[in-house]
């Protein structure tokens, strides 16, 4: 089955991804830990779910899908860590709803970013909402603005954009799983914030809200 014959798969599949994202900032409001804490537990879990599903996807062949994504796929691995790590950091600095309208410019800043790269033509359609996302995003920022609220949409913007440079880098190798370049993001984001991380401050009610936050928000997203 050739790629433009699976357009409606993947169409419901970023569907569903919106769905599963849109809920980081609720179970972000839900959790009172510290920000290093909630991306330590939350990348562990989502990284075991994203480990767990490639081993089962890919069987004997695991090891292989790994080499083969090669340099890109570390990019693309690193990218969504910083991503992350500027995507939490937004959501408690600013507002749940500018962040995640930022947010929702990434496949658009995607689509303009492969038709630079690669010549990809864009459909008209697409290039309005484009225009729509990057007046929405220029709309988030006024001179009224907190200081706390303008370094989280500022970080959400690193965020959309770091995301949109991941998001053509995946379309770039469709031949190749990019499937460990997540795990990889994931396990990585947890490392690096270790050192800042308080990992046995929850409680039980907060480990449960950290579980659901990476198994839904990043490991099924």
Do not use: H, K
Not at 4 to 32: C, E, K
Not at 171 to 180: A, E, F, K, Q, T
């Amino acid at each position: 089955m050739q790629y433009q014959d699976r357009n409606w798969l993947g169409s419901l599949l970023i569907l569903a991804s919106t769905l599963a994202f849109s809920s980081a900032g609720f179970v972000t409001r839900l959790i009172t830990l510290d920000v290093w804490t909630v991306l330590f537990w939350r990348g562990l879990f989502a990284g075991a779910v994203i480990a767990a599903f490639f081993l089962w996807q890919e069987r004997g062949r695991s090891l292989a899908t790994v080499r083969a994504m090669g340099w890109t796929g570390l990019v693309a691995g690193l990218r969504s860590t910083v991503a992350t790590i500027c995507f939490i950091d937004a959501l408690r600095l600013s507002t749940v709803a500018e962040v995640n309208i930022i947010f929702a410019a990434a496949p658009f800043a995607a689509a303009g970013l492969t038709w630079l790269w690669t010549g990809e033509r864009t459909r008209t359609v697409t290039l309005v909402a484009s225009a729509a996302a990057l007046l929405g995003v220029v709309l988030m920022f006024d001179e009224t603005m907190p200081g706390s609220r303008l370094a989280g949409n500022l970080l959400a913007v690193a965020m959309m954009t770091l995301m949109a440079g991941m998001i053509v880098i995946i379309r770039r190798r469709r031949d190749v799983s990019m499937l460990p370049a997540s795990c990889l993001s994931t396990l990585l984001c947890s490392l690096v914030v270790a050192p800042f991380a308080e990992p046995l401050a929850p409680n039980g009610r907060e480990f449960v809200y950290l579980a659901l936050f990476g198994i839904t928000q990043f490991g099924l997203g």
